[in-house]
């Protein structure tokens, strides 16, 4: 091997030594090499129309943010193949239209829930009234049973109600959301000390509706329930509702969130 190549060889390995050293030891990237977490989306092919409508428009949006494999998403339309020992492979569950109907479904995902599961419920998956027949799932949700709500499916003004919240601490103190069918409770969520509420509709919409008009009343939209690690928004109708960036930031803070409380630990703190 001549001199002159020696040379450059050295040259070479003296130039990679320094730009190592001058890597910084604090890096702000946090890249991840496997998945961080899988996610299981449940939703209803044969429900109200504008909620199917939604059911497809949420698929596609948390499907884009598995881009570069940064987790699993997998979907179905039944529970019916997810025992607990199935369910509990899962960091969160993303309820978009509906919940479990039939009896062992509804046990395994009890079970679930109680064990440390995680679930982000949207709108119609919420919906529990006397026909529903299942009281754990009034505690799970800690808000009575559906009341009223408003119609047609219109804008409306939400305001923040916990600042603090790592869900909303990157949100205005109110905006627009997007067109909805606003559900309204008979036992609304921020009665119940375990329940902390995020977001409101504003006492400013009232009167709100043009065929069914809900004129006074608490109206949280988005709550926890602090006994389990979950997130519900009353959200969902139609296919306006991923067209806003706040309410986009809004439901990937949500996920985010309840992922990260995880039992299994935060995946989002792995280096």
Not at 76 to 86: A, F, G, K, Q
Not at 188 to 209: E, M, T, Y
Request: charged letters at 20%.
């Amino acid at each position: 091997m001549t001199r002159k190549i020696l040379t450059l060889m050295l040259l070479v390995l003296t130039a990679s030594g320094i730009m190592s050293a001058q890597q910084p030891t604090d890096y702000p990237g946090n890249y991840a090499h496997a998945p961080r977490f899988k996610a299981l989306l449940y939703y209803s092919d044969t429900a109200e129309p504008d909620h199917v409508i939604f059911a497809d428009q949420a698929y596609d949006f948390f499907w884009r943010l598995t881009w570069g494999e940064g987790y699993i998403l997998d979907k179905t339309t039944s529970l019916h193949d997810y025992p607990y020992e199935r369910l509990k492979d899962y960091d969160v569950i993303i309820c978009i239209n509906t919940a479990p109907v039939e009896e062992a479904e509804r046990k395994a995902f009890e079970q679930y829930m109680e064990n440390g599961g995680g679930w982000v419920g949207f709108h119609a998956a919420g919906y529990n009234d006397a026909s529903t027949k299942w009281p754990w799932y009034n505690k799970f949700l800690g808000a009575g049973t559906f009341l009223c709500n408003s119609w047609p499916p219109q804008p409306a003004l939400l305001e923040v109600n916990t600042k603090n919240h790592p869900v909303t601490k990157n949100l205005p103190d109110e905006f627009v959301a997007p067109r909805c069918e606003w559900y309204m409770w008979n036992e609304p969520a921020n009665s119940r000390k375990n329940v902390q509420v995020l977001l409101s509709l504003s006492q400013k919409n009232f009167p709100i509706g043009i065929k069914d008009v809900v004129s006074f009343g608490d109206f949280p939209i988005v709550w926890t329930n602090r006994d389990y690690r979950m997130i519900y928004l009353n959200i969902g109708h139609g296919n306006d509702e991923f067209t806003d960036a706040t309410q986009n930031l809004l439901f990937v803070n949500a996920l985010r969130w309840v992922v990260s409380k995880s039992p299994k630990g935060d995946p989002f703190l792995i280096r």
